[in-house]
């Protein structure tokens, strides 16, 4: 399924890219097994989307859980917390 993936902030700027268009492989269908299939790229990917970071997630502008079943076109933003004040 092809799928717009999009990082905000320091995801950007560590991964040096604010997104692409991704054929996922069939067996991705959440956005748990997406985050993991982009970690097994390896670096810098392992270590910016690595578990126990704080990295949010939104799927199509909603804010997800781990297990958000994936859709053909889906967009899918990674991002760290966010403050205000």
Avoid at 28 to 41: C, D, F, P, Q, S
Avoid at 47 to 61: E, I, P, Q
Wanted: hydrophobic share 45%.
């Amino acid at each position: 399924m092809k799928i717009t993936i999009k990082f905000f902030a320091s995801l950007r700027e560590s991964l040096q890219s604010s997104g692409e268009v991704l054929e996922t492989p069939a067996e991705i269908a959440t956005v748990l097994e997406l985050k993991e299939y982009l970690m097994a790229r390896g670096e810098p990917w392992a270590s910016v989307l690595a578990t126990g970071k704080a990295v949010r997630m939104a799927l199509n502008h909603q804010m997800i859980e781990h297990d958000a079943p994936l859709r053909e076109g889906a967009e899918v933003a990674f991002f760290p917390p966010v403050t205000g004040g």
